[in-house]
């Protein structure tokens, strides 16, 4: 009975870890494609920054559309010095029209002249294996008062 406790216990151990790894790794791919899109802007390459993008983000945003906006925020805001993590979530779905991974990341981003703080969600389908935005807002008082 002991063996039985021991190895279920071992058992749920490792799925933990496992798990673990995964989302650890997740974490990790969904900030690179962050830090890609960041810098992309404090360069102000906005035609590569939207290469970051999920062409279902583009279903809802039009590509120029979204460019405008990109040079916009960099007008309003002022020029991207730095940008944090300060929190994430990730979700694993299943058994739905879209299987994947879901990352959302929120920074505070230092911009020359107001701070915002930004959310990007991120997809990876279970089938490609690759992040890519479907989601991001950007809040900042710069926005309204300029």
């Known amino acids: 009975m002991k063996s039985l406790y021991f190895i279920t216990i071992l058992l749920l151990l490792v799925s933990i870890v496992a798990l673990g790894c995964g989302i650890i790794s997740d974490k990790a791919d969904a900030k690179k494609v962050a830090t890609s899109l960041f810098e992309a802007i404090r360069n102000k390459d906005f035609d590569t920054a939207i290469t970051f993008y999920s062409p279902k983000f583009f279903e ?72 890519s935005i479907v989601e991001h807002n950007i809040n900042s008082i710069g926005l309204i008062l300029e």
């Open 60 to 131: 809802q945003n039009p590509t120029v559309d979204w460019i405008q906006i990109l040079k916009r925020v960099n007008t309003k805001l002022g020029d991207l010095e730095n940008y944090e993590l300060k929190s994430w979530n990730i979700q694993k779905v299943s058994g739905s029209l879209e299987n994947g991974t879901y990352c959302e990341l929120q920074y505070e981003v230092t911009y020359s002249k107001y701070p915002a703080t930004e959310t990007l969600t991120l997809f990876k389908p279970a089938t490609s294996g690759e992040f």
